[in-house]
């Protein structure tokens, strides 16, 4: 297939180069995959993040409008007694897993709390005179206004968010300042009925805006960090208040194994059997190819190969000038050889025959058949007449030793006749025909 080192130098060019292209072509899209893959799992987080939030607002919402009946009531009824308060925080706690407790305090001290049990501790409780959550008060208090502190250390233990509703009651057109009414959730609870926390157990997940004072306000929840980086970000409201929420995903996308992978993962196997396959085909092209080039008796080339040969010799010439001269070499009497021995000693004789001129020419030199008992040969870098009748010469005397078939021993002689490219022709035809004639006139003599 390749007859010149340029050529062989161009065919591995040309499969490295491939092969480059198709390494960067498979990471390219690679590449491209992974992007995709973060893309879609980034739409999903973000649907399941606002999902998140939407539950989170619900249902802190919802346990905060249940205590506006009370509210209500308790404004309305100043005189009410701790056993009908106790009728209606019932439902309200009991509904409620997340509730810790429902606390009524007249004049801002605590006289009532449901459930007692596990709550004893803030029973006399005074707001006035705990400074972390006096100004919460006194702010509700003078504001008129519903709010939600913390998340705060509660007196009974943990942490947790406290709703102040203050309450008023009118005796004809005066306003008078009743008390507080107070609920109390278990933060850590709510986060986790409504999801935060399992999402926050994979992605960074901060919420800020503690007193409900929104995206100005201190974190409580995670890292203040995840603002900063943060890939979504949502609002909470509630009354009189709103939280910031926030969620990085950082290097926390990244999917499967298989999604992430699947492109090397079917690229790669693709490429190395695609080029198993060529060189397979390639193989089995050389293999074919020499079998068509050699001659199957001797083993040496064959009519076809030498005259390729003989042709891309003549194309280099004409732009690098290379002596060589070609050798028509014809076994005599070959006939006698087959009607006396046989005909497998025939091709014993040209076997050996063909073996022996192979071992005393040169590497750069071509041995071929190109006919039953016609050889051919092409010796290369010759330019005068003297160096090939040597070499003639001597292929001659390894042709007449005698060859060994069985138990006897046979003696062949050759005729040899020679021509020198351009010297004598400058063409492969002529110059054959040249050496021919020179081959059937030595012939004559023997």
Known sequence: ???????????????????????????????????????????????????????????????????????????????????????????????????????????????????????????????????????????????????????????????????????????????????????????????????????????????????????????????????????????????????????????????????QQRIRLIGYPFVVALYIMLFTLFAWYRSSYSEAMADPLTNVANRRMIMERLQTLVQINERHPTPFAVVVVDIDRFKNVNDQFGHQAGDTVLKTTAQRMFTNTRATDTVARIGGDEFLIVLMGVSDEKTVTEQCAKIADVIIEPIRYKSNEITITASLGYALFGKDTKTVEALIQRADHKMYKNKRRT
């Open 1 to 259: 297939m390749f007859s010149t080192r340029t050529r062989r130098a161009s065919f591995i060019v040309a499969v490295l180069a491939s092969l480059l292209f198709a390494l960067v072509a498979i990471e390219y899209l690679h590449g491209l995959n992974k992007e995709r893959v973060k893309s879609q799992q980034l739409s999903e987080l973000q649907t399941e993040f606002t999902a998140v939030r939407a539950d989170l607002e619900s249902e802190l919402n919802a346990a905060l409008y249940s205590t506006w009946g009370i509210a209500s009531y308790l404004a309305t009824h100043p005189e009410s007694d701790p056993q009908q308060w106790r009728a209606m925080a019932q439902p309200i706690v009991d509904g409620n897993t997340f509730v810790r407790n429902l606390a009524i305090a007249p004049d801002n001290i605590i006289s009532f709390v449901y459930p007692t049990v596990g709550n004893e501790a803030v029973l006399g409780y005074d707001y006035e005179r705990n400074p972390e959550q006096r100004d919460v008060v006194k702010r509700a208090q003078t504001t008129k206004k519903t709010l939600l502190a913390g998340p705060v250390a509660l007196v009974q233990g943990g942490e947790g968010l406290i709703y102040r509703i203050p309450i008023y009651n009118h005796e004809g057109d005066a306003e008078r300042y009743w008390g507080l009414l107070a609920l109390v959730i278990d933060s850590n609870r709510l986060f986790e009925a409504t999801g935060v926390l399992n999402l926050a157990a994979f992605y960074d997940l901060a919420i800020r805006g503690r007193d409900g004072t929104g995206a100005d306000g201190d974190v409580f929840f995670g890292n203040e960090t995840t603002f900063a980086s943060a890939d979504f970000l949502e609002k909470i409201r509630f009354p009189n208040g709103t939280w910031s929420v926030a969620l990085s995903t950082d290097s926390h996308i990244e999917g499967n194994f298989w999604e």
